[in-house]
């Protein structure tokens, strides 16, 4: 992987290329933007790019430092094991032996642990005292605290310390999806660097660049991946057409279009099924609403359920603003809901009584 193979956000990537040739990087960098379109992997590039042995503000891809740099990529199997299994561990083990993960010494990416996906105060510490260190094979120490949008206040003061006064060969990444919820001393500590979803014709560019993704499933993905390429890359395709089949039957039995016994045919294998989860079901019914909203006001973009057109096009003829507001809110309500453990099959089924009544009498 290199530069030339990155896609999207062509113009933050040539501002670093630039700044990284004239030696003139900023210290601490801030990548903001939606999960999955590459913030962390170009945090990789530049940290390569940074201590490659042969280019000069680029990767040569060949050298030691661009190999061991390059390896460090989170979404490769050995990681997601390894991140997975410390979920299982008991809370004190994951406190004694914080997780940094890196495959060249000056290097180091600190992601969010645990069941929770959290940067800890652990981390932060550790953090600190390797702050300290020169660099030991590279030009510079390159540290990535990914999802630093995941630190709770205490693990965010520490950092703090940290990027106040960071050893002059330190260089240090952070990337959040929501940069507000940063606290407003480590945002105006970094040079923000916004990351936009990938177009269409982007996404096909990536897609086509993976030949394991079947051809066949391509123009599904570019529509559900949202312009997010690590998204497509960890959707299941027939997990998530079983799942939009459900929350498409809802929506039907909702706007009374099917019976309400059609609706507990897909809830119920959904209940059996232990490993659904309530926040993706709520997740794809999002995604079927906003396209009923597009085809109500008749836009022109493409859909993300482009496949499923015919299907919610019969949809939107019945359902009125009023309603698609209502269902977007009781959604929402649900969203708050399901943090205390709340039964999905259940959930799902009042969600759909509600709306049902709602569609019959016409109130929002
Ligand atoms: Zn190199």
Request: charged letters at 25%; aromatic letters at 6%.
């Amino acid at each position: 992987m290199t530069f030339d193979n990155f896609i999207g956000n062509a113009s933050n990537v040539a501002a670093l290329r630039r700044m990284i040739v004239a030696q003139r990087l900023p210290q601490t960098l801030l990548f903001a933007g939606p999960a999955g379109v590459g913030k962390a992997t170009l945090a990789r590039l530049i940290a390569a790019a940074i201590n490659c042995d042969r280019a000069v503000g680029d990767i040569c891809g060949a050298c030691s430092n661009c190999l061991r740099t390059l390896q460090a990529d989170l979404s490769r199997e050995e990681f997601r094991q390894q991140i997975a299994e410390r979920e299982k561990l008991p809370s004190a083990k994951r406190s004694e032996n914080p997780l940094v993960v890196s495959t060249h010494p000056d290097f180091l990416i600190f992601p969010p642990d645990g069941p929770l996906r959290m940067i800890t105060i652990e981390q932060a510490r550790l953090l600190r005292d390797a702050a300290q260190y020169r660099p030991s094979e590279g030009r510079r120490r390159i540290f990535l605290i990914d999802h630093v949008d995941r630190a709770n206040n205490e693990a965010a003061n520490s950092l703090l310390k940290t990027l106040e006064e960071p050893a002059d060969s330190l260089t240090l990444i952070l990337t959040a999806e929501n940069p507000y919820f940063l606290l407003p001393t480590i945002r105006s500590r970094s040079i923000p660097f916004y990351f936009a979803p990938l177009s269409g014709t982007e996404m096909e560019r990536f897609l086509d660049a993976h030949p394991s993704i079947p051809a066949a499933d391509r123009g599904r993905l570019v529509g559900w991946a949202q312009g997010s390429p690590g998204r497509a890359l960890a959707l299941d395709i027939d997990e998530y057409a079983e799942r939009r089949r459900a929350m498409l039957a809802l929506l039907s039995s909702s706007l009374g279009v099917s019976s309400f016994g059609n609706l507990v045919a897909h809830t119920d294998a959904l209940a059996r099924n232990r490993h659904e989860r309530l926040d993706l079901l709520t997740e794809s019914l999002y995604g079927l609403l906003q396209d009923l909203l597009h085809l109500r006001h008749g836009s022109a973009r493409p859909l993300m359920h482009e496949d499923i057109r015919g299907d919610l096009e019969g949809l939107a003829r019945v359902a009125s603003f009023d309603w698609i507001e209502r269902a977007v809110k009781e959604l929402a309500d649900l969203d708050a809901l399901q943090r205390r453990n709340i039964q999905k099959q259940i959930a799902l089924e009042a969600l759909t009584v509600g709306l049902r009544q709602a569609a019959r009498t016409g109130t929002s």
